[in-house]
């Protein structure tokens, strides 16, 4: 058989190894968030995250190339959680926006930040402790990404009637209330349960911004 004639080789891609593959990424970001928990930005080494998954430190570097890489994919899935996709885009989301009673989405709302900041709230108080330059733009981007969300819960707010305050002020109260450092002191120093703090985010969201 000619050259020419031969088929071209189909890459195999074995169902099987990819799983393998997406479960030694959740160890290594799941390892990562312990350590970071207990000993911080500067105590969490590549080195460290890897002894706690279980994989070559080899093994890290190839999937996330960095240890702020790590930690930049260790923020994004502790936001998105299990569904995988942008909030935005989840079911939270789109329940907030196909609610048609304004205290029934800030009730819905309330429920959805508060289940996200649980899991991503210790992440960034972490990072943010640490005050290195390579998280600022990391760091950052959050907050940029937390206040376009508001924004869109406002405007979904907004299509079901009028607000106590404007627009901008709205969106960036709920920003301030609803944020990860909040979270944490209520939860770690007030020592609040997860519902206490959703039942209190709904009821002071609904009073700041309904009339």
Same mark, same amino acid.
Not at 28 to 38: E, N, P, S
Not at 97 to 119: C, I, K, M
């Given at each position: 058989?000619?050259?020419?004639?031969?088929?071209?080789?189909?890459?195999?891609?074995?169902?099987?190894?990819?799983?393998?593959?997406?479960?030694?990424?959740?160890?290594?970001?799941?390892?990562?968030?312990?350590?970071?928990?207990?000993?911080?930005?500067?105590?969490?080494?590549?080195?460290?995250?890897?002894?706690?998954?279980?994989?070559?430190?080899?093994?890290?570097?190839?999937?996330?190339?960095?240890?702020?890489?790590?930690?930049?994919?260790?923020?994004?899935?502790?936001?998105?959680?299990?569904?995988?996709?942008?909030?935005?885009?989840?079911?939270?989301?789109?329940?907030?926006?196909?609610?048609?009673?304004?205290?029934?989405?800030?009730?819905?709302?309330?429920?959805?930040?508060?289940?996200?900041?649980?899991?991503?709230?210790?992440?960034?108080?972490?990072?943010?402790?640490?005050?290195?330059?390579?998280?600022?733009?990391?760091?950052? +981007?959050?907050?940029? +990404?937390?206040?376009?969300?508001?924004?869109?819960?406002?405007?979904?707010?907004?299509?079901?009637?009028?607000?106590?305050?404007?627009?901008?002020?709205?969106?960036?109260?709920?920003?301030?209330?609803?944020?990860?450092?909040?979270?944490?002191?209520?939860?770690?120093?007030?020592?609040?349960?997860?519902?206490?703090?959703?039942?209190?985010?709904?009821?002071?969201?609904?009073?700041?911004?309904?009339?």
């Amino acid at each position: 058989m000619s050259e020419e004639s031969t088929p071209p080789r189909r890459a195999y891609r074995s169902p099987r190894r990819r799983e393998q593959a997406q479960e030694t990424r959740r160890r290594m970001l799941a390892a990562a968030g312990r350590l970071l928990a207990a000993h911080g930005y500067a105590g969490t080494t590549v080195a460290a995250v890897a002894r706690e998954a279980g994989v070559a430190a080899e093994t890290v570097y190839a999937a996330f190339g960095s240890k702020r890489a790590l930690v930049g994919a260790l923020v994004q899935a502790s936001v998105r959680g299990e569904e995988g996709a942008p909030a935005s885009e989840q079911a939270g989301a789109a329940a907030v926006a196909a609610a048609s009673d304004q205290r029934e989405q800030v009730r819905l709302f309330a429920a959805d930040v508060g289940a996200r900041l649980e899991r991503v709230a210790p992440v960034l108080q972490a990072l943010a402790a640490a005050a290195e330059p390579e998280l600022a733009e990391l760091l950052a +981007n959050v907050d940029r +990404n937390r206040l376009d969300g508001m924004r869109a819960f406002i405007a979904a707010l907004e299509r079901h009637g009028p607000l106590r305050i404007e627009s901008d002020a709205a969106a960036q109260t709920t920003w301030a209330l609803a944020s990860p450092e909040l979270h944490q002191l209520l939860m770690q120093r007030g020592g609040w349960s997860q519902v206490r703090y959703r039942d209190w985010l709904a009821d002071t969201l609904a009073a700041v911004l309904l009339p």
